[in-house]
């Protein structure tokens, strides 16, 4: 069982996803209890797949919102699917079939306990309400990484170098495009139009994660470079750097 993707919920427990066996596992803060597990509905009897190997073609994605419940987006050859568990690992509902062509990457549960799915086949940033309802779907060029501020803004890396903030209360859209020379790291940041958000560059992306913390301050990696960085939402057009050690 490969571990995947993890969550940590307000009360600091970690959920786990595993690739193999699909199920979701929940262990306390000090990683020596295990607590609860999410068992998804039965894909294991699809056909052409050995009793070791996983139906998956992703990862199983994992998010916990702001009730402790938790949501895993499962990427299957047939359908996707987006499912809510409850604390306990008890099954809530099957919020959505998303198409299987759509691919899945990423998932972000904002402060109103919307979740927003980035799906790189499609080139969409999908957002639903707690019921499964769809809200609103954005068109990026091969969205990647998401993550929300204590503003409650969502912000995504998409396309080969480019990295976006959606407004959530007003809806705008503000982007920017890494200046890089090549093989040299990321020099600062550029602001996009929305036109040129539509015709990101579709070369294979240099991001390699993307998170904001609780000073809300963003911080991604650059994998092309094997570098870091950090800057403030309030000057994102300095970020400071520093260099990752390849592993």
Do not use: H
């Not at 786990?16 to 020596?32: A, E, P, R």
């Not at 509905?41 to 190997?53: I, Q, R, Y």
């Not at 390699?208 to 994998?223: E, H």
């Amino acid at each position: 069982n490969t571990p995947s993707y993890i969550s940590i919920d307000r009360q600091f427990n970690v959920w786990v996803s595993l690739f193999d066996s699909q199920i979701v596992l929940k262990y306390d803060y000090t990683l020596q209890n295990c607590l609860a597990s999410a068992v998804p509905l039965n894909f294991a009897s699809l056909s052409g797949f050995g009793e070791d190997e996983s139906p998956l073609v992703a990862p199983p994605i994992v998010e916990t919102d702001q009730d402790d419940n938790l949501w895993v987006c499962y990427a299957y050859p047939l359908s996707s699917q987006l499912l809510k568990f409850d604390y306990e690992g008890n099954f809530l509902l099957s919020a959505v079939d998303i198409l299987p062509e759509s691919l899945p990457v990423s998932l972000t549960i904002d402060v109103d306990n919307n979740v927003w799915v980035a799906c790189q086949g499609s080139n969409e940033l999908k957002c639903y309400d707690t019921n499964g309802n769809t809200l609103q779907v954005w068109n990026f060029e091969q969205p990647s990484f998401t993550a929300v501020d204590k503003y409650n803004n969502i912000w995504l890396t998409y396309g080969y170098n480019s990295i976006a903030k959606i407004d959530t209360q007003t809806e705008q859209i503000s982007s920017w495009k890494v200046s890089t020379l090549e093989n040299e790291p990321i020099v600062s940041f550029n602001a996009l139009t929305y036109d040129e958000i539509l015709f990101a560059r579709s070369n294979e992306p240099i991001w390699g994660g993307l998170a904001v913390d609780v000073y809300n301050r963003v911080w991604f990696v650059d994998n092309e470079n094997n570098m870091g960085g950090v800057c403030s939402t309030s000057n994102f057009t300095s970020p400071r750097l520093f260099e990752l050690q390849p592993t």
